[in-house]
């Protein structure tokens, strides 16, 4: 390992997301074509900010990504994961919606999914997990 190997200085963030689900559907993003992971899916959220909780940041990624206000409740899953440019820890928070209307404020996409049509979407790699956990589950 040389001493500029890039898996020496990848930027490790705490990454918050919701799982929103109601009436048998949960709802997924589509990442805009100009980040990092372009045009998979995810769970709405982002990173979390210096001096931010958790619930906190995952209040104000709803409000910036989707205009509603959320209530997160217990968290649902954790995981760490290695990409090409950085390593996340996500944290997937049980979430309900508060104030609505949902409204794509800037995902290229948004939909309400059943646990079914999972396999119809291409997620984020570090969701792969949590998504076999909502096929048994939900
Ligand atoms: N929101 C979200 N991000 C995920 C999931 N799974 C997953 O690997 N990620 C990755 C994709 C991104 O590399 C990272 C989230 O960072 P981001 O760039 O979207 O965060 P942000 O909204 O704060 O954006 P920015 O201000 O840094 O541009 O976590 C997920 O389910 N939801």
């Not at 990848?10 to 918050?16: E, Y």
């Not at 919701?18 to 993003?29: D, G, K, M, P, T």
């Not at 045009?39 to 990173?47: C, N, Q």
């Amino acid at each position: 390992m040389t001493h500029s190997d890039p898996m020496d200085t990848k930027k490790i963030f705490n990454i918050v997301a919701a799982f929103i689900y109601e009436q048998n559907r949960f709802l997924i993003c589509q990442r805009p074509k100009t980040k990092a992971r372009a045009l998979l899916w995810e769970f709405a959220g982002g990173k979390v900010e210096q001096g931010e909780s958790h619930i906190q940041a995952l209040k104000r990624e709803c409000m910036e990504e989707l205009a509603i206000e959320v209530e997160p409740s217990g968290l649902f899953y954790q995981n760490s994961h290695e990409y090409e440019d950085i390593i996340v820890n996500l944290f997937i928070y049980h979430t309900k919606i508060i104030k609505g209307p949902v409204q794509k404020l800037e995902h290229e996409d948004i939909r309400w999914i059943s646990s079914e049509e999972i396999d119809n979407y291409a997620f984020c790699p570090a969701d792969k997990e949590v998504l076999e956990i909502i096929k048994q589950n939900y």
